[in-house]
């Protein structure tokens, strides 16, 4: 009788850890506290990591961007993890911090730099994040959650979700004071017939709304790394200018597949160190690098197309010819608005979602303080536009920046204006990522292969005809000047779009040719680590143990208006996934 009340007593122990966690893991149980950084780690650079035998980990995640931060915090619950994030800190720096700040990191060209710019095959312009926080420090800060039928589609389980959207959103996310621009958009969208009006909300809704945004009442901006704070500073180490090399793996005769078990990495310095798992059979080293990163990460640690590997040098340790695909990125085109009046700078507030696959946005004002950078509009600056008349093979990065010297001879109106935003959901357009070489610090060459498919280009026309519906409703009549007509913006907007592809005489004249030519991004690309072909449900690696990727690599289509939300999200949910999975197995359940 003894024995049996003592095994009684030992599984309802059990049973009581196991509830008080996933209690704790959904935010249940406690009344709601204000969130602080007060628990957010140390942060350390990457060369204080000891040269000789040093701790293992249960995880190691590669990234401290947007998916990677919740993702760690969430694990470090329960287990020890490092984390190891190629750029530096966001704390201190302005130009993350601040709202008005948000172009002139976006132009920082330095090599140390929060955005690492590049540009894909197809001539334009795009960013990486290289910072603690990834995109979710140079991006525009809007929020907004996917639609209900994108995680039916990708297969999450809804009720978790649900939970980690609010996990997110308490932390970092906020109601904006909306912006003169954003409440001249959201009047003429639903006069344009971009309706109804939905309010303020996160949801996904066709229509017109106002959505989150991740910057306070004081334009100081909320990042992923914030996440970190949710953690256990005890089990969670952060390593920055950590830049990941390659996974090592264990491919010993007899295993039936090879075993990540560490990755190596260089210091700020440029020494190289290696990190290791432990033991046990459930540590993971997980992939976070973002839709370039993780994908080229995965390249130049063997798996991957093998005769593209080789030309590398690098040793196949799997053949897999899906790694680098299917890569996409919403395409965007803007149409400048002249103004009677210089705007108000304001990001991305509201969006109008319509029925045919097209969101409108708008953004305004930005470069008109003395204390900014003069007549710049961050990637929509028509100074960068000049370079259309240089020869394709002539135009670099360098001589964008070399043309912002020259910005005084452009017309005086470019700069007193805003912006309509017209992109495309889920293009069917895709293109491929390919290595350059094997330094993980430079770019891989990208192409998306921009309006190939026809019926992304018949979006993108039906997005620019419904601008030009917008701006003859009697809001935006009050706005601009007489004589702003559709041919005229159209004009501007040739110029003041940011890329390198060649211009055409009939631009103006085809809204397919203004499309093809005026393309931009708003940085949504995505796949590369597709799931089914390069990674399971479980975003496990297809042939190898040990291995997961978790960010927007693995998207077929980029959530919702804006990825930030969802990608939040996705790290907190495999983190939830993960611990409920282990401590379901230590629990009997």
């Known amino acids: 009788m003894a024995s049996s009340n003592g095994a009684f007593f030992f599984f309802f122990f059990k049973a009581i850890v196991c509830l008080c966690f996933f209690s704790l893991s959904q935010g249940k149980g406690t009344a709601k506290q204000p969130f602080t950084l007060k628990n957010l780690p140390v942060l350390e650079k990457a060369?204080?990591?000891?040269?000789?035998?040093?701790?293992?980990?249960?995880?190691?995640?590669v990234g401290g961007g947007t998916a990677g931060c919740p993702l760690a915090a969430t694990l470090s619950l329960r287990y020890k993890v490092l984390l190891l994030e190629r750029g530096g800190s966001p704390y201190g720096n302005r130009n993350?911090?601040?709202?008005e700040n948000f172009h002139i990191g976006l132009s920082n060209t330095a090599p140390d730099s929060s955005s690492q710019a590049f540009v894909s095959t197809d001539g334009v312009i795009n960013a990486r994040a290289r910072v603690l926080g990834g995109g979710t420090c140079i991006n525009a800060g809007f929020y907004s959650r996917a639609s209900s039928s994108f995680v039916q589609d990708v297969g999450w389980e809804a009720d978790l979700v649900n939970e980690s959207y609010p996990w997110v959103e308490d932390k970092v996310v906020q109601w904006p004071k909306i912006a003169p621009w954003q409440a001249a958009l959201r009047d003429g969208l639903v006069e344009a017939g971009v309706s109804p009006f939905n309010g303020y909300t996160y949801d996904h809704v066709s229509g017109t709304k106002v959505g989150g945004t991740i910057f306070d009442a004081n334009g100081h901006r909320h990042t992923a790394a914030d996440l970190l704070a949710a953690g256990d500073p005890n089990n969670l180490r952060v390593?920055?200018?950590?830049?990941?090399?390659?996974?090592v793996f264990n491919s010993q005769q007899g295993c039936l597949k090879p075993r990540a078990i560490g990755v190596q990495f260089a210091d700020e310095d440029g020494?190289?160190?290696?990190?290791?798992?432990?033991?046990?059979?459930?540590?993971?080293?997980i992939v976070s690098s973002g839709a370039i990163g993780s994908p080229q990460l995965l390249l130049l640690s063997g798996i991957g197309p093998k005769n593209d590997l080789k030309k590398h040098n690098i040793p196949v340790v799997l053949h897999n010819k899906y790694v680098g695909k299917g890569m996409a990125d919403n395409p965007m085109n803007s149409i400048f608005i002249p103004t009677k009046s210089p705007p108000r700078p304001s990001l991305i507030e509201t969006v109008g979602i319509t029925e045919a696959g097209v969101f409108i946005e708008a953004s305004s004002g930005f470069g008109q303080s003395p204390d900014s950078i003069h007549c710049h509009h961050g990637i929509m600056s028509a100074e960068i536009g000049q370079l259309s008349t240089v020869p394709p093979k002539q135009r670099s990065l360098k001589l964008?920046?070399?043309?912002?010297?020259?910005?005084?001879?452009?017309?005086?109106?470019?700069?007193?204006?805003?912006?309509i935003l017209e992109k495309i959901d889920g293009p069917l357009s895709t293109g491929h990522l390919l290595l350059v070489d094997t330094d993980v610090k430079n770019n891989p060459a990208v192409t998306f292969n921009y309006f190939s498919?026809?019926?992304?280009?018949?979006?993108?026309?039906?997005g620019i005809k419904t601008i030009e519906k917008i701006l003859k409703t009697n809001r935006f009549a009050q706005l601009s000047p007489d004589g702003a007509g559709m041919e005229r913006v159209l004009n501007m907007s040739v110029r003041a779009n940011v890329n390198l592809i060649p211009k055409h005489a009939n631009t103006t004249e085809s809204l397919e040719q203004f499309c093809k030519d005026t393309v931009i991004t708003i940085w949504h690309y995505h796949g590369g680590c597709h799931v089914g072909k390069v990674v399971d449900e479980q975003h496990r690696v297809l042939?190898?143990?040990?291995?997961?990727?978790?960010?927007?690599?693995?998207?077929?289509?980029?959530?919702?208006?804006?990825?930030?939300?969802?990608?939040?999200?996705?790290?907190?949910?495999?983190?939830?996934?993960?611990?409920?999975?282990?401590?379901?197995?230590?629990?009997?359940?």
């Open 47 to 61: 060369s204080s990591f000891p040269a000789t035998r040093h701790t293992t980990y249960d995880y190691i995640v």
């Open 96 to 99: 993350i911090s601040y709202m």
């Open 239 to 247: 390593l920055l200018h950590a830049s990941v090399h390659k996974i």
């Open 271 to 285: 020494r190289l160190h290696q990190a290791l798992l432990n033991n046990n059979k459930e540590s993971e080293i």
């Open 400 to 419: 964008a920046k070399m043309y912002a010297d020259k910005k005084l001879n452009l017309p005086k109106e470019v700069f007193q204006g805003g912006f």
């Open 453 to 462: 498919h026809p019926q992304d280009l018949s979006r993108c026309v039906y």
């Open 543 to 589: 042939g190898v143990s040990g291995l997961r990727v978790v960010d927007g690599s693995t998207f077929s289509k980029s959530p919702g208006t804006n990825p930030q939300a969802t990608v939040m999200m996705m790290g907190r949910y495999f983190g939830v996934k993960i611990l409920r999975g282990r401590l379901g197995k230590a629990c009997g359940v």
